[in-house]
């Protein structure tokens, strides 16, 4: 029905988008302390998608939308590290990261290549006052070129049990503290304490939990 002459209808404001649910999974210290929390993209259903799965350009749209969700507003209320699986694109600055270098630590996914352009963002990064932590460490060539600019290295306890603990003398080589993924039963603990890991991360300390905004 029209409106009668002289009634100005309310202007109303269109609804903000609402942000995608991530989920959170802790990182212990080995005598139980909380020490930061890897965040993990979720779909609108708040489930797991495979994102290592997806191509480069849709990777990059999903730690674009963690961070928008972690750092949209400001830096997160929580003082511990936020671990955040980052791509190629945020590295070498085509892509803007949150400026609040603190808490962030930027966890680099397997599939990113050591190239110079890498490198230099890995060293600019740090500068800044960024972490760097390396995902999936299984010590192929170019995991091993990132490594002097990492701060942390993440290892799956099922890698280490395949290739013995030559590969965690191989992350520690440039003083980088070890994250053990995967920490599924308490023998994996013990394990984990005798090959001197600095951090545990696993279902059996905590899964990850899917939080909406």
């Known amino acids: 029905m029209p409106l009668s002459s002289g ?6 404001a269109p609804a903000a988008p609402a942000r995608l649910p991530i989920a959170r ?9 909380l020490f930061g929390n890897e965040f993990l993209y979720r779909s609108r259903d708040g489930l797991p998608a495979q994102v290592d799965r997806w191509r480069s350009d849709r990777q990059d749209v999903a730690t674009a939308m963690v961070l928008d969700v972690l750092f949209g507003d400001g830096p997160p209320a929580d003082t511990t590290f936020a671990f955040v699986n980052i791509t190629r694109s945020f590295l070498v600055n085509d892509r803007p990261l949150p400026a609040h270098p603190g808490r962030l630590v930027l966890e680099v996914v397997e599939s990113v290549r050591a190239d110079d352009a890498v ?3 890995l060293q600019r990064l740090r500068q800044r006052g960024y972490r760097i932590a390396i995902d999936d460490f299984v010590g192929d060539a170019d995991q091993v070129k990132m490594m002097p600019y990492a701060d942390f290295v993440k290892l799956d306890c099922r890698d280490v049990r395949r290739q013995g603990a030559g590969l965690v003398q191989l992350a520690r080589r440039h003083g980088a503290r070890l994250v ?6 308490s023998l994996l603990v013990e394990e984990c304490r005798a090959w001197g890991f600095d951090f ?5 300390l905590g899964p990850a939990v899917t939080e909406r905004s």
Request: proline share 10%; no cysteine.
């Open 7 to 12: 009634v100005t209808p309310p202007v109303v």
């Open 25 to 33: 999974q802790p990182i212990w210290t080995m005598d139980g302390q």
């Open 119 to 121: 490198l230099a963002g």
């Open 180 to 185: 053990a993924e995967r920490v599924s039963d």
């Open 200 to 204: 545990m991360q696993g279902d059996l």
